[in-house]
């Protein structure tokens, strides 16, 4: 029997790896995890997540930048993820102008991630503990499959956890005037 074994890419490799195609990866201990194109439902709550974060970003005259699933986070020395929603600081807004791959080394204020049915253990295991090791101080987990809202804030190195369900308002230090319920997040 032959074994082939898995091409591993150092972080540096995985900066400038293009294939052709309009594939997005993910670095995870050093291999590439293609990522397959969201589900009308997480477009959805993306783009709506997207809206409300860039109008109150404006509202209170910050100079923070809402992205959608296109800017990376470097989690450890061979793994890098690419969240569904960032906001980043007016630094971080800066240094991706002159980026060849927008892939942060420090932590964005807010990462979002929206749960797939194929994978929810990435969401709540493994981007958990890669994002409080990055030092990610508010993470959300955004789950239409269980019809709730995970936000996490960073305390002392780990993440505390409150969920939200139905009409309950999201409490978020980052934005804490935001007045938004999980029934109008998942409705988008």
């Known amino acids: 029997?032959?074994?082939t074994q898995k091409k591993t890419y150092s972080f540096e490799e995985y900066l400038a790896y293009h294939d052709d195609t309009d594939l997005k990866y993910e670095l995870f201990n050093g291999e590439l995890i293609p990522m397959p194109p969201a589900s009308g439902i997480h477009a959805l709550i993306m783009v709506f997540l997207y809206d409300i974060f860039k109008a109150e970003i404006q509202r209170l005259g910050l100079n923070w930048l809402a992205i959608p699933n296109?800017?990376?986070?470097?989690?450890?020395?061979?793994?890098?993820?690419?969240?569904?929603?960032?906001?980043?600081s007016e630094i971080?807004?800066?240094?991706?102008?002159?980026?060849?791959?927008?892939?942060?080394?420090s932590s964005p204020i807010l990462a979002v991630e929206i749960v797939s049915e194929g994978n929810p253990q990435d969401?709540?295991?493994?981007?958990?503990?890669?994002?409080?090791?990055?030092?990610?101080?508010e993470y959300w987990i955004v789950d239409p499959i269980k019809s709730k809202i995970s936000i996490l804030l960073l305390v002392e190195g780990f993440y505390e956890?409150?969920?939200?369900?139905?009409?309950?308002?999201?409490?978020?230090?980052t934005f804490p005037e935001l007045t938004l319920t999980v029934e109008q997040i998942l409705a988008a």
Not at 70 to 88: C, H
């Open 161 to 173: 956890r409150t969920e939200f369900t139905g009409n309950q308002t999201i409490v978020s230090p």
């Open 1 to 3: 029997m032959i074994v």
């Open 70 to 88: 296109s800017v990376g986070v470097r989690t450890a020395e061979r793994k890098s993820r690419i969240p569904d929603l960032v906001i980043l």
């Open 123 to 137: 969401d709540y295991r493994y981007k958990r503990s890669e994002y409080a090791v990055r030092g990610i101080p």
């Open 92 to 105: 971080q807004r800066e240094s991706i102008r002159t980026m060849s791959s927008a892939v942060l080394e």
